[in-house]
């Protein structure tokens, strides 16, 4: 039988590149899947500060990586330097994040409502906490090789939470994938974890991930990508005699309303930032701002026509793979296709790359066929002659990663409506600047209702992220001493938990 392999293509050149990553065969993905099921109790009851040193030693190894995973990225991706050693230090400052996270346990949630006898009827004894889940399969991403890929937030925040992870690597970046998950199972043996606790497979296609997603030793799928790749993914998960959740990321067009204010407010600078934002990473950002409103009128017209200049002298990008340079294509004459729509950038032939464009169509001629998100650096933007026009279209969109309001503050208490309508179709909601930087920490929310995710109710960013692989477990009338130590009446872990309706570090006592 003929080995299929997966190879990196410089989608610069279309050079195949060395070397190939033999295809996982059905026998080796479910050792790999056996070995995290296997590893799985163990590492569940590993202590908090055990998996932050794990964390702690793959960022520091992925660290010592450096230039050798950034050149192979930049070949597999055609990204450039500059981005790549960004992404680089934003993913290992990620895992150290993740790696406080678990030593510090609060994430665990613990709550404790203690027992009163005396009541009618008696008051039990209720303590309650997160657990992790299982196994999790964690799709890299094509557009982030190392932040949402193999060490990217998803494995980083399972692993903190004490599930084991298998990473489908992305078949675009193979070899950037492979340097990143050594660096994570190296430091997996150095700090004594069972093995299992990490795992990779390679595909050329989507029978691995769908074989993963249907695996009944599998307890939760992280994704991110296209809005058809997700839905395969929640399809095959809902279909499973056990369902399982799947946080899949798919599809945003972020929109970035502007008042009349707020362009001025803005000055100079605000078409060249927005134009930095459309364009930046060659616009293959989840949070590419890809729909503007923007007012009718010169002043409008001014602001556009200086975004169009700034776009047109911005020069040609090589896309991350041959398919998404094609669909950037198929999208762009798509939404040149569409009645009323014109285009403001000069339409430069895109053979050799994507050159970036701008599109303008009137509020009375947007459709819903125009709100499907184009993945590259294109934008749309709907001129409106009031803001009542904004606010029913914006409460007609689809679910949203995020979406941005460009207004003078003094007019925020007059734009209540227009407010609530961007806070109900996005996850997060900004005013001023552009969403394309995504900060990590404690408060984001990357996340959104369907289609920006299959699962509004979490983030892929941020320390938040650690409860999607896990669930809630209560104990009821447990004696203390077999109690997880995170529930135990002197609070060993000095954790921040919930007793009686109250949070506190302080131990308890029951009185039972």
């Avoid at 450039?80 to 949630?109: D, I, K, Y």
């Avoid at 556009?304 to 094609?326: F, K, M, N, W, Y």
Wanted: aromatic share 6%.
């Amino acid at each position: 039988m003929t080995t299929r392999d997966v190879r990196g293509i410089n989608p610069a050149t279309g050079e195949a590149l060395e070397p190939a990553y033999p295809v996982t065969d059905p026998a080796t993905l479910e050792a790999a899947v056996q070995a995290a099921a296997g590893a799985a109790l163990a590492y569940a009851q590993t202590p908090g500060d055990m998996r932050a040193e794990f964390l702690t030693a793959a960022a520091a190894t992925l660290d010592a990586l450096g230039d050798d995973i950034v050149a192979r990225a930049m070949l597999e991706t055609a990204l450039p330097e500059a981005r790549l050693r960004g992404e680089l230090t934003r993913t290992t400052n990620q895992l150290r994040l993740f790696a406080r996270v678990a030593a510090e346990g609060s994430w665990v949630e613990a709550r404790i409502d203690r027992p009163d006898a005396a009541r009618t009827p008696p008051k039990p004894d209720l303590r309650s906490m997160r657990v992790p889940l299982g196994p999790v399969v964690v799709f890299g991403a094509s557009n982030f090789p190392l932040a949402f890929s193999v060490a990217g937030g998803d494995t980083a925040s399972a692993l903190a939470a004490g599930c084991p992870v298998i990473v489908k690597a992305h078949p675009a970046h193979p070899g950037t994938s492979a340097l990143a998950a050594q660096a994570i199972s190296d430091a997996a043996h150095r700090t004594g974890l069972p093995d299992g606790v990490f795992g990779i497979v390679y595909d050329d296609g989507h029978h691995a991930g769908l074989t993963l997603t249907e695996h009944p030793l599998v307890q939760a799928v992280a994704f991110t990508g296209s809005r058809a790749g997700g839905l395969a993914l929640l399809r095959a998960a809902q279909a499973r005699p056990v369902p399982i959740p799947v946080y899949a990321e798919m599809s945003s067009v972020n929109p970035v309303v502007f008042t009349g204010a707020g362009l001025d407010r803005g000055g100079s600078t605000l078409a060249a930032a927005l134009a930095t934002s459309i364009s930046g990473s060659g616009g293959q950002l989840c949070t590419q701002p890809g729909l503007l409103f923007v007012p009718s009128g010169p002043q409008g017209d001014a602001f556009l026509a200086e975004v169009a200049a700034q776009l047109d002298r911005t020069p040609a990008c090589t896309l991350l793979t041959s398919g998404i340079h094609d669909a950037y294509r198929r999208g762009t004459a798509g939404i040149r296709s569409q009645p009323g729509v014109s285009a403001s950038t000069v339409q430069a032939s895109d053979h050799s790359g994507a050159q970036a464009q701008l599109y303008s169509v009137s509020a009375r001629d947007f459709t819903p066929e125009l709100e499907a998100e184009v993945f590259g650096p294109v934008s749309l933007a709907v001129r409106y002659d009031d803001i009542g026009e904004v606010s029913a279209l914006v409460r007609g969109l689809e679910g949203q990663l995020t979406a941005t309001l460009h207004a003078a503050p003094e007019e925020l208490s007059l734009l209540s409506g227009l407010l609530a309508a961007l806070q109900d179709r996005a996850g997060r909601v900004l005013f001023g600047g552009f969403p394309t930087g995504v900060e990590v920490g404690h408060a984001v929310v990357h996340g959104g209702p369907f289609p920006a995710t299959t699962a509004f109710a979490g983030t892929s960013v941020g320390t938040h992220a650690i409860t999607r692989f896990t669930r809630l477990l209560a104990f009821q009338n447990f004696p203390d001493a077999v109690l997880p130590p995170a529930l135990q009446d002197a609070n060993p872990l000095d954790l921040l938990r919930m007793v009686d309706g109250e949070w506190s570090r302080q131990g308890v006592t029951t009185g039972a």
